[in-house]
Protein backbone atom coordinates (compact mmCIF):
# COMPACT_ATOMS: atom_id res chain seq x y z
CA UNK A 1 0.00 0.00 0.00
CA UNK A 2 1.68 3.42 -1.03
CA UNK A 3 1.98 5.76 1.92
CA UNK A 4 0.60 9.03 1.14
CA UNK A 5 1.02 11.67 3.62
CA UNK A 6 0.09 15.49 3.57
CA UNK A 7 0.76 18.55 6.30
CA UNK A 8 -0.68 20.12 7.66
CA UNK A 9 -4.57 18.45 8.12
CA UNK A 10 -5.83 21.99 7.77
CA UNK A 11 -4.66 25.61 7.75
CA UNK A 12 -6.18 29.09 8.28
CA UNK A 13 -4.47 31.86 6.62
CA UNK A 14 -5.15 35.53 6.44
CA UNK A 15 -6.40 37.16 2.90
CA UNK A 16 -3.30 38.36 0.81
CA UNK A 17 -0.85 36.20 2.95
CA UNK A 18 1.12 33.41 1.14
CA UNK A 19 1.12 29.86 2.06
CA UNK A 20 3.02 26.26 1.17
CA UNK A 21 2.09 22.60 2.56
CA UNK A 22 3.64 19.41 1.60
CA UNK A 23 3.30 16.09 0.25
CA UNK A 24 4.85 13.15 1.08
CA UNK A 25 5.02 9.79 -0.92
CA UNK A 26 7.38 6.71 -1.89
CA UNK A 27 10.32 7.56 -4.04
CA UNK A 28 10.67 3.98 -5.45
CA UNK A 29 8.54 3.39 -8.74
CA UNK A 30 7.68 6.74 -9.17
CA UNK A 31 5.60 7.88 -12.47
CA UNK A 32 4.27 11.44 -11.91
CA UNK A 33 2.80 13.41 -8.74
CA UNK A 34 -0.91 14.99 -9.41
CA UNK A 35 -1.88 17.78 -7.24
CA UNK A 36 -5.75 18.57 -7.26
CA UNK A 37 -7.93 21.49 -5.44
CA UNK A 38 -11.45 20.40 -4.45
CA UNK A 39 -13.82 23.32 -3.61
CA UNK A 40 -16.77 22.01 -1.35
CA UNK A 41 -19.58 21.38 -3.51
CA UNK A 42 -17.56 20.57 -6.75
CA UNK A 43 -15.85 18.34 -8.60
CA UNK A 44 -12.04 17.75 -7.78
CA UNK A 45 -9.71 19.84 -10.19
CA UNK A 46 -6.68 18.88 -11.78
CA UNK A 47 -3.89 21.78 -11.10
CA UNK A 48 -0.82 19.66 -11.81
CA UNK A 49 0.85 16.73 -13.25
CA UNK A 50 4.48 16.90 -12.70
CA UNK A 51 7.18 13.87 -13.94
CA UNK A 52 11.15 15.24 -13.21
CA UNK A 53 13.38 15.47 -9.99
CA UNK A 54 13.32 19.66 -9.62
CA UNK A 55 10.35 20.00 -11.48
CA UNK A 56 8.50 23.52 -10.73
CA UNK A 57 4.72 24.28 -12.16
CA UNK A 58 3.09 27.61 -11.83
CA UNK A 59 -0.29 28.30 -12.26
CA UNK A 60 -1.49 32.20 -11.65
CA UNK A 61 -0.50 32.39 -7.68
CA UNK A 62 -0.39 28.59 -7.19
CA UNK A 63 2.99 27.17 -7.63
CA UNK A 64 4.16 23.40 -6.30
CA UNK A 65 7.72 21.68 -7.09
CA UNK A 66 9.03 17.73 -6.97
CA UNK A 67 11.93 16.08 -5.04
CA UNK A 68 11.84 12.68 -7.11
CA UNK A 69 14.85 11.11 -4.79
CA UNK A 70 13.73 12.21 -1.46
CA UNK A 71 9.80 11.62 -2.27
CA UNK A 72 8.13 15.25 -1.40
CA UNK A 73 6.43 18.06 -3.40
CA UNK A 74 5.36 21.40 -2.08
CA UNK A 75 2.71 23.78 -2.99
CA UNK A 76 2.98 27.33 -2.68
CA UNK A 77 0.30 29.63 -3.14
CA UNK A 78 1.07 33.35 -2.69
CA UNK A 79 -1.18 36.16 -2.07
CA UNK A 80 -4.07 34.20 -0.83
CA UNK A 81 -7.64 34.99 -2.12
CA UNK A 82 -10.84 33.73 -0.45
CA UNK A 83 -11.64 31.61 -3.69
CA UNK A 84 -8.37 29.40 -3.16
CA UNK A 85 -10.88 27.82 0.10
CA UNK A 86 -10.67 24.52 -0.61
CA UNK A 87 -9.07 20.48 0.42
CA UNK A 88 -5.89 20.24 -1.85
CA UNK A 89 -5.14 16.81 -2.48
CA UNK A 90 -1.59 15.08 -3.96
CA UNK A 91 -1.59 11.84 -5.60
CA UNK A 92 1.22 9.73 -6.78
CA UNK A 93 1.27 7.13 -9.30
CA UNK A 94 3.57 4.84 -9.85
CA UNK A 95 5.45 3.35 -12.70
CA UNK A 96 3.03 0.84 -14.77
CA UNK A 97 -0.10 2.30 -12.83
CA UNK A 98 -3.19 4.66 -13.68
CA UNK A 99 -4.64 4.79 -10.60
CA UNK A 100 -3.87 7.69 -8.15
CA UNK A 101 -3.37 6.85 -4.89
CA UNK A 102 -4.35 10.23 -2.47
CA UNK A 103 -3.48 11.69 0.64
CA UNK A 104 -6.25 12.61 3.08
CA UNK A 105 -5.36 16.57 1.94
CA UNK A 106 -4.62 19.67 3.57
CA UNK A 107 -7.68 21.74 4.13
CA UNK A 108 -6.83 25.43 3.19
CA UNK A 109 -9.60 28.37 4.51
CA UNK A 110 -8.52 31.81 3.56
CA UNK A 111 -10.10 34.49 6.09
CA UNK A 112 -11.22 37.73 5.07
CA UNK B 1 -21.73 18.47 -22.11
CA UNK B 2 -18.10 19.31 -21.90
CA UNK B 3 -16.94 17.74 -18.71
CA UNK B 4 -17.51 14.26 -17.30
CA UNK B 5 -21.31 13.73 -16.16
CA UNK B 6 -22.45 11.62 -13.71
CA UNK B 7 -25.84 10.38 -12.58
CA UNK B 8 -27.51 10.04 -10.18
CA UNK B 9 -25.90 12.68 -8.17
CA UNK B 10 -28.11 11.15 -5.10
CA UNK B 11 -28.92 8.21 -4.34
CA UNK B 12 -30.89 6.80 -1.12
CA UNK B 13 -31.79 3.47 -0.93
CA UNK B 14 -32.25 0.55 1.48
CA UNK B 15 -29.87 -1.77 2.62
CA UNK B 16 -29.95 -5.18 0.75
CA UNK B 17 -30.91 -3.06 -2.50
CA UNK B 18 -29.36 -3.23 -6.32
CA UNK B 19 -27.37 0.29 -6.92
CA UNK B 20 -26.71 1.37 -10.45
CA UNK B 21 -24.08 4.28 -10.54
CA UNK B 22 -23.64 5.74 -14.25
CA UNK B 23 -20.99 8.27 -15.57
CA UNK B 24 -20.85 9.80 -18.83
CA UNK B 25 -16.84 10.49 -19.73
CA UNK B 26 -15.54 13.17 -21.68
CA UNK B 27 -15.98 12.92 -25.75
CA UNK B 28 -12.57 11.27 -27.10
CA UNK B 29 -11.19 9.66 -23.37
CA UNK B 30 -10.54 6.52 -23.50
CA UNK B 31 -9.03 6.22 -20.18
CA UNK B 32 -11.99 6.24 -17.31
CA UNK B 33 -11.48 5.44 -13.46
CA UNK B 34 -14.13 5.01 -10.91
CA UNK B 35 -12.79 6.45 -6.49
CA UNK B 36 -15.09 6.81 -4.34
CA UNK B 37 -14.79 9.02 -0.90
CA UNK B 38 -16.13 7.32 2.42
CA UNK B 39 -16.80 9.98 5.27
CA UNK B 40 -13.88 10.27 6.89
CA UNK B 41 -11.87 8.62 4.96
CA UNK B 42 -9.62 9.94 1.73
CA UNK B 43 -10.24 9.41 -2.65
CA UNK B 44 -10.21 5.78 -2.57
CA UNK B 45 -9.68 4.09 -6.25
CA UNK B 46 -11.97 1.26 -7.09
CA UNK B 47 -11.60 0.00 -11.07
CA UNK B 48 -9.69 1.30 -14.07
CA UNK B 49 -10.80 0.96 -17.87
CA UNK B 50 -8.51 1.65 -20.72
CA UNK B 51 -11.67 1.53 -23.20
CA UNK B 52 -13.93 -1.35 -22.91
CA UNK B 53 -11.54 -3.39 -20.77
CA UNK B 54 -10.46 -3.30 -17.43
CA UNK B 55 -6.82 -3.97 -16.59
CA UNK B 56 -7.25 -2.84 -12.79
CA UNK B 57 -9.99 -3.79 -10.67
CA UNK B 58 -7.78 -4.25 -7.50
CA UNK B 59 -9.79 -1.53 -5.54
CA UNK B 60 -13.04 -2.91 -5.93
CA UNK B 61 -13.58 -4.17 -2.39
CA UNK B 62 -16.33 -6.76 -2.66
CA UNK B 63 -17.64 -9.08 -5.38
CA UNK B 64 -20.96 -7.10 -4.68
CA UNK B 65 -19.41 -4.67 -7.10
CA UNK B 66 -18.99 -4.55 -10.62
CA UNK B 67 -18.51 -1.99 -13.42
CA UNK B 68 -18.57 -1.93 -16.85
CA UNK B 69 -18.10 0.50 -19.98
CA UNK B 70 -19.28 -0.29 -23.32
CA UNK B 71 -18.26 1.67 -27.18
CA UNK B 72 -15.71 3.28 -24.96
CA UNK B 73 -17.85 5.64 -23.33
CA UNK B 74 -20.38 5.61 -20.80
CA UNK B 75 -19.98 3.27 -17.48
CA UNK B 76 -21.96 1.99 -15.08
CA UNK B 77 -20.83 1.07 -11.32
CA UNK B 78 -23.22 -1.62 -9.69
CA UNK B 79 -23.27 -2.45 -6.22
CA UNK B 80 -25.53 -5.41 -5.33
CA UNK B 81 -27.23 -6.10 -1.84
CA UNK B 82 -25.58 -2.40 -0.61
CA UNK B 83 -24.51 -2.22 2.94
CA UNK B 84 -24.12 0.45 4.97
CA UNK B 85 -20.43 1.01 4.55
CA UNK B 86 -21.36 1.18 1.11
CA UNK B 87 -22.32 4.45 1.70
CA UNK B 88 -19.96 7.10 0.13
CA UNK B 89 -19.50 9.39 -2.79
CA UNK B 90 -18.38 7.72 -5.68
CA UNK B 91 -16.64 9.66 -8.36
CA UNK B 92 -15.75 9.21 -12.08
CA UNK B 93 -13.18 10.51 -14.11
CA UNK B 94 -11.68 10.19 -17.30
CA UNK B 95 -8.11 11.16 -19.30
CA UNK B 96 -7.52 11.68 -22.92
CA UNK B 97 -5.32 8.09 -22.75
CA UNK B 98 -3.22 6.45 -20.23
CA UNK B 99 0.19 7.76 -18.51
CA UNK B 100 0.73 10.49 -16.69
CA UNK B 101 -2.42 11.87 -17.98
CA UNK B 102 -4.44 14.62 -15.58
CA UNK B 103 -7.74 13.29 -14.38
CA UNK B 104 -10.86 15.17 -14.90
CA UNK B 105 -13.58 14.39 -12.15
CA UNK B 106 -17.37 14.41 -12.68
CA UNK B 107 -19.19 16.33 -9.67
CA UNK B 108 -19.94 12.73 -7.61
CA UNK B 109 -23.36 10.54 -6.54
CA UNK B 110 -23.77 10.62 -3.18
CA UNK B 111 -25.10 6.98 -2.30
CA UNK B 112 -26.70 6.61 1.15
CA UNK B 113 -27.74 3.07 2.34
CA UNK B 114 -30.21 3.67 5.35
Given at each position: ILNVEQSPQSLHVQEGDSTNFTCSFP????YALHWYRWETAKSPEALFVMTLNGDEKKKGRISATLNTKEGYSYLYIKG?????SATYLCAPQTQGAQKLVFGQGTRLTINP | GAGVSQSPSNKVTEKGKDVELRCDPISGHTALYWYRQSLGQGLEFLIYFQGNS???????????FSAERTGGSVSTLTIQ??????SAVYLCASSF???NQPQHFGDGTRLSIL
Open positions: SSNFSQPED | APDKSGLPSDRRTQQEDRQG
